[in-house]
């Protein structure tokens, strides 16, 4: 939480999205731009997207991780109902892991937290184990913003008004959004309810020391840890231009 110029009024800053697999760092830099970072995992389920897969980079160029999940009927399925449908997908992702990253530069300093995460998760559910992973690469980047899941009234069906809701139950008067949902949101119905809405900009992002050309943005945030470990931070933006934001 923090305090706007005005002294007598506090702000809180809220970001709302679907749990992912490994997502890349600029969801990371959106939980550390937010005050409460809400799992909106109460939502359908939608196939060939990124709540059970995500991107590394190999010599070969880039190659898609997928967790399998039970999908019934017409993927009417909420995310945190989904089931992974084979137990030993853990330990396929981390050997084709360790053999694309055993020569990174930060491999062997962050192999161990890593390698427990994918031997010894045991969660059925696909929204506990993208949260479990979450959690554990927040601790390793220096995110401390608390996480916490939607439990918006359920029969609020209109995408604008049920993110609007979850953002007044957290007492939020500000809500920061990724820029494709700019498609969607109604942004003048969160005004007049006093919650202002900002937009996460992932242009500008800087280049880091990948193993691989062409260089990549777009795979999961393991692919920075790996590469720059503890220096991960200053390839994010939020680190670099938090002070100015809040």
Excluded at 105 to 115: L, N, Q, S
């Amino acid at each position: 939480m923090y305090v706007s110029t005005d002294s007598h009024k506090i702000n809180k800053r809220v970001a709302i999205i679907q749990s992912n697999y490994i997502p890349w760092k600029g969801y990371f830099d959106i939980i550390n731009s937010a005050d409460e970072f809400i799992l909106f995992d109460d939502v359908q389920y939608t196939k060939r997207d990124w709540r059970n897969r995500n991107k590394i980079k190999t010599s070969d160029g880039l190659k898609w991780l997928t967790i399998p999940v039970e999908v019934s009927g017409k993927y009417l399925q909420k995310i945190r109902d989904v089931k992974v449908a084979d137990a030993a997908w853990g330990s396929r992702h981390w050997e084709i892991i360790k053999q694309c990253y055993a020569n990174a530069p930060h491999f062997k300093e962050f192999r161990g937290i890593f390698e427990d995460l994918y031997l010894n998760t045991r969660e059925v559910y696909l929204s506990q184990i993208n949260f479990r992973f979450i959690q554990s690469v927040n601790k390793i980047l220096g995110i401390a913003t608390p996480i916490s899941w939607s439990c918006a009234q359920q029969n609020i069906t209109d995408r604008s008004k049920r993110l609007l809701c979850i953002c007044k139950e957290a007492g939020a008067n500000e809500y920061v959004s990724g820029p494709s949902a700019k498609d969607y949101l109604d942004v003048e119905l969160f005004q007049k309810e006093g919650v202002n809405v900002k937009w996460m900009d992932y242009s500008g992002y800087p280049e880091y020391g990948q193993q691989f050309l062409p260089f990549e943005h777009a795979v999961s945030v393991i692919d920075l840890i790996f590469n720059e470990g503890n220096n991960s931070p200053q390839f994010m933006k939020s680190f670099v231009q938090k002070s100015g934001v809040n």
